[in-house]
């Protein structure tokens, strides 16, 4: 018998004949879909200005192509291009007809990653309304601001539970959908939307044009979707994003990444979040293939996706490291213990004049011949003096990391939605060839969503690459003049991603977006002589002390972060005289600590105190910020809270960032 889940969906996803079960990934099958892709690739040079048309055109050349996998039953099942497009289309036929939506409508999607997901939020596109999206476990008081707000007419809602969240936030919407393919039977304006997926497919045959006449009827600078911001600095604020925006990045990310139909995405990040969103509009516009996965089951799905491409967040990077090394200082084997680290610097050293070498390294400023010459010599010794060590990590460690990751289909790693810190940087970067170098990008909500990134063609490290096509930028100092290579500035951008403004909020808009329509991204950042950029951090964290010194905190804490015993650390400090920091402990580190250190404790809580471990972290902290190489004196941390637990859930906003003036109360 079959469950609820899979009869439901395929009410969902059959064009006119309903298959016996759900067709199973089969390898065989899809090596012939890549024959069929590579007879067939896409015309780069087409131009199309809305997200329908770019389906559209997938649809026409790669129709048979898995689209959407998903986890069945333990079997990778799919969804095809042409179902994708039947179901999105079905959707938008039902929200013409049944809910009366009309082209420029606002309608809410509480709802999180599947294949329903990305068929509902097509459909809506199809229809020419907006889509305001957000995560099922959004607490209800961000609901009650954003619904009414945005004025959605209509709310999707991913079950019963997420429903229970709308008594106030639901209040003027004049219908809310039950995503839930086991909700079934409307009740006044709660419907359900296997229903309504049910009159769609119904009436799709004969009123098929009726939704192509919508799709022709959008324009590149109508809304796609209103994005409020994760609320971390206040009242979330809502993006106005257009079809253009978003037309930006799917049209030049596959240029630079060399991204083809035959790539598969693992998802595991939230889809209502801008970064992941695009990117999976971005493989649709391929032809290519999108596996669901989530951060819960991260490690049995990157075994089971066969994916090429994982799109990912610092954090993800930062467990990976850290379980990598963690491995490796408990190994059994004494000698295996010892020489672990021993290969990883060498490969690291390695690295490092390779990239001297190949110009990967970034450069602030110009070096006289003969300094430049010294500095080639030298990295070419100490290449050929490391390549043995950098040859066996690659056995001993870097291997093992493939695996865990993907295996040798893996050949893009991209790492966005924060900075990633550059040990962690350093570390997959000396894993070449056998893991893919990170490629790290930079953009923001507001400017949808990828500005700068290292693609196979620009790839230093520690930098977030260059500029996208048709993406302008400048960097300022206070009175908005440019500053020189090298300097440190505050990051604008201007292009064609750039958003419409903020919904009802004129005079925030025009504060974000100066009259050359150049955005003020908030970010501190600085240039290399060939026009690479690094983050360094956000204006508004900067800590200014008592005595006119600024400090920017996120430095100190990806540095503090990449000791094994801590989990996080937040910097504070401003209008002090000097810098604090809260520091949140690993906890099976910590239990580790005590047990080699013969400390005795009933709960983790009672660590916080004890006077070895703390005299230990301290040590690591005065230790780290002391570090004049790499830090000023007024950067170093003088006092040190210690915290058994992780960071409380209300100090974090949903994407994750930190509420930072929390921690200054």
Do not use: C
């Not at 069945?72 to 013409?96: K, P, V």
């Not at 070498?357 to 003096?385: D, G």
């Not at 013969?598 to 690591?620: A, C, D, M, P, Q």
């Amino acid at each position: 018998m079959k469950n609820n889940r899979e009869s439901g969906l395929e009410q969902i996803i059959a064009p006119g004949k309903i298959p016996s079960r759900f067709p199973v990934l089969d390898y065989e099958m899809e090596r012939k879909y890549e024959k069929q892709a590579s007879e067939t690739s896409p015309d780069y040079s087409e131009k199309y200005s809305t997200i329908p048309e770019v389906i559209k055109a997938t649809v026409a050349r790669f129709g048979e192509r898995p689209a959407l996998v998903y986890k069945n039953n333990g079997e990778n099942s799919f969804i095809t291009y042409s179902r994708l497009d039947n179901s999105a289309s079905a959707f938008a036929l039902a929200l013409m007809d049944k809910l009366s939506v009309k082209k420029g409508d606002h309608i809410a999607m509480v709802m999180d990653n599947s294949p329903d997901w990305m068929i509902a939020n097509l459909g809506i596109q199809y229809a020419g309304a907006a889509d305001v999206p957000r995560a099922a476990d959004t607490p209800n008081e961000i609901l009650e601001t954003i619904i009414p707000h945005s004025d959605s007419r209509i709310a999707l809602v991913q079950d019963l539970s997420t429903l229970q969240k709308l008594p106030n936030a639901g209040r003027n919407l004049d219908y809310i959908v039950v995503m839930d393919h086991n909700f079934k039977g409307a009740a006044g304006n709660i419907l359900s939307f296997s229903e309504l997926m049910e009159y769609g497919m119904q009436h799709l045959p004969e009123k098929k044009d009726e939704v192509l006449d919508r799709i022709k009827g959008i324009k590149g600078d109508d809304l796609a979707s209103i994005i409020y911001s994760s609320g971390t600095t206040g009242t979330p604020k809502g993006a106005m994003l257009t079809q253009g925006n978003y037309m930006n990045n799917i049209e030049q990310i596959p240029k630079g990444f060399n991204v083809n139909e035959n790539d598969r995405l693992l998802s595991v990040l939230p889809v209502w979040h801008a970064y992941e969103r695009q990117v999976e509009y971005v493989m649709l516009g391929l032809g290519a293939s999108i596996f669901y996965g989530s951060i819960k089951t991260l490690m049995y799905d990157l075994n089971r996706a066969e994916h090429t491409i994982l799109a990912v967040i610092p954090d993800i990077l930062n467990v990976l490291y850290k379980a990598t090394m963690k491995k490796i200082s408990t190994e059994s084997n004494p000698l295996e213990r010892m020489l672990a680290p021993l290969l990883i610097a060498g490969a690291k050293k390695y690295d490092r004049a390779r990239r001297i070498l190949n110009k990967e390294e970034p450069e602030y400023r110009e070096e006289s011949a003969p300094v430049e010459n010294m500095r080639l010599m030298i990295a070419a010794v100490h290449k050929a003096l490391y390549a043995p060590l950098h040859s066996l990590a690659q056995k001993e460690i870097y291997s093992k990391i493939q695996e865990k990751i993907g295996g040798k289909r893996l050949r893009i790693v991209t790492s966005g939605a924060g900075p990633l810190p550059s040990n962690i940087d350093e570390f997959f970067s000396a894993g070449r060839p056998t893991i893919p170098q990170i490629s790290e990008g930079y953009g923001m909500t507001e400017t949808i969503v990828v500005d700068f990134a290292r693609d196979h063609k620009h790839n230093k490290i520690f930098t977030v690459g260059k500029a996208l096509s048709g993406i302008e930028f400048r960097i300022v100092d206070e009175d908005n003049k440019d500053v020189r290579a090298g300097e440190i500035g505050l990051l604008k951008i201007r292009g064609p991603n750039v958003m419409k403004g903020y919904y009802k909020e004129p005079e925030l808009t025009s504060r974000m977006i100066d009259s050359e329509r150049f955005l003020s991204t908030g970010d501190l950042v600085r240039r290399t002589i060939d026009d690479y950029v690094r983050i360094i951090g956000r204006n508004d964290d900067t800590i200014v002390l008592t005595n006119g010194e600024k400090v920017n905190p996120a430095l100190i804490e990806n540095e503090l972060i990449a000791n094994q015993l801590i989990d996080s650390a937040v910097v504070i400090g401003d209008r002090k005289p000097y810098l604090a920091a809260h520091v949140y402990l690993n906890s099976a580190e910590a239990e580790k600590f005590a047990k080699q250190h013969s400390i005795k404790y009933f709960s983790l809580e009672e660590l916080e105190t004890n006077k070895k471990l703390v005299g230990y972290v301290r040590e690591i902290v005065f230790r780290t910020t002391g570090n004049s190489k790499k830090f000023a004196k007024h950067d170093v941390v003088k006092r040190v809270v210690l915290h058994a637990q992780q960071i409380p859930e209300e100090f974090l906003s949903q994407t994750r960032k930190l509420k930072r003036k929390m921690f200054n109360t």
